[in-house]
Nanobody, 123 residues
Framework: VQLQASGGGLVQAGGSLRLSCAAS????????MGWFRQAPGKEREFVAT???????YYADSVKGRFTTSRDNAKNTVYLQMNSLKPEDTAVYYC??????????????????WGQGTLVTVSS
């Protein structure tokens, strides 16, 4: 599967952005979709994941502020980011993995990656 993330940009603290990730292929619903981010000089970290059923799981740092969802008919996953903080500044990546049991929060668990989209939050 190929992934294309979009929607990044510059926003003031407290603002909102919505990222999208479009997937190619006919079996999108077979994949667990994840969002990760990488700030300058830091390792890539887990943000959120969404199962085909719509079930979601979030990192503590974004819980209550970010919401991920997916539209299986459109092969697209979304990350709605509200109440953004300067520390949310990072390149955001979407990722996909074939469904397996468990909650997958490590980069090594995901087989496919998008190219990343930059989110900059100014103070």
């Amino acid at each position: 599967v190929q992934l294309q993330a979009s929607g990044g940009g510059l926003v003031q603290a407290g603002g909102s952005l919505r990222l999208s990730c479009a997937a190619s292929g006919r079996t999108f619903s077979s994949y667990i979709m994840g969002w990760f981010r990488q700030a300058p000089g830091k390792e890539r970290e887990f943000v959120a994941t969404v199962w085909s059923s719509g079930r979601t799981y979030y990192a503590d740092s974004v819980k209550g502020r970010f919401t991920t969802s997916r539209d299986n008919a459109k092969n697209t996953v979304y990350l709605q980011m509200n109440s953004l903080k300067p520390e949310d500044t990072a390149v955001y990546y979407c990722a996909a993995k074939i469904y397996t049991l468990g909650v997958h929060t490590t980069t090594s668990a995901y087989e496919y990656w998008g190219q990343g989209t930059l989110v900059t939050v100014s103070s």
